[in-house]
């Protein structure tokens, strides 16, 4: 399995690679920390098997980096990772094609 973590805060990243690390040991973990980052990665890598992606890093604005990679990349899981946790955000999160919603808030057992 392939997971690409793009998220721009280095301790952020670090423990979400802990969590899917300790879920799915054999996994390879790619990390992006820009929006720019995440398009090379995606241009030059595998399609991966889910990308975490937080909402709100270098390069983008709003939704439109989420935007982006459902319109390349249609058939690649996307869940938003995000310390914004108003339900609007979350369900317009889900309209633009994330597959779920993780607040930067819950628990590693989440």
Same mark, same amino acid.
């Given at each position: 399995?392939? *997971?690409?973590?793009?998220?721009?805060?280095?301790? *952020? &990243?670090?423990?979400?690679?802990?969590?899917?690390?300790?879920? *799915? =040991?054999?996994?390879?973990?790619? #990390?992006?920390?820009?929006?720019?980052?995440?398009?090379?990665?995606?241009?030059?890598?595998? #399609? =991966?098997?889910?990308?975490?992606?937080?909402? %709100?890093? =270098?390069? @983008?604005?709003? *939704?439109?980096?989420?935007?982006?990679? &459902?319109? &390349?990349? +249609? @058939?690649? =899981?996307?869940?938003?990772? @995000?310390?914004? #946790? #108003? +339900?609007?955000?979350? &369900?317009?999160?889900?309209? %633009?094609?994330? !597959?779920?919603?993780?607040?930067? @808030? !819950?628990?590693?057992?989440?």
């Amino acid at each position: 399995m392939n *997971f690409v973590i793009a998220d721009d805060h280095p301790l *952020f &990243r670090d423990a979400l690679k802990r969590a899917v690390a300790s879920l *799915f =040991p054999q996994a390879a973990l790619v #990390e992006a920390d820009s929006t720019a980052t995440l398009q090379s990665v995606l241009e030059t890598i595998e #399609e =991966p098997d889910l990308l975490l992606l937080d909402l %709100h890093m =270098p390069g @983008s604005s709003g *939704f439109s980096g989420l935007v982006h990679v &459902r319109a &390349r990349y +249609p @058939s690649l =899981p996307v869940i938003v990772v @995000s310390g914004n #946790e #108003e +339900p609007g955000v979350m &369900r317009r999160a889900i309209a %633009h094609g994330a !597959s779920g919603y993780i607040p930067k @808030s !819950s628990s590693l057992d989440d």
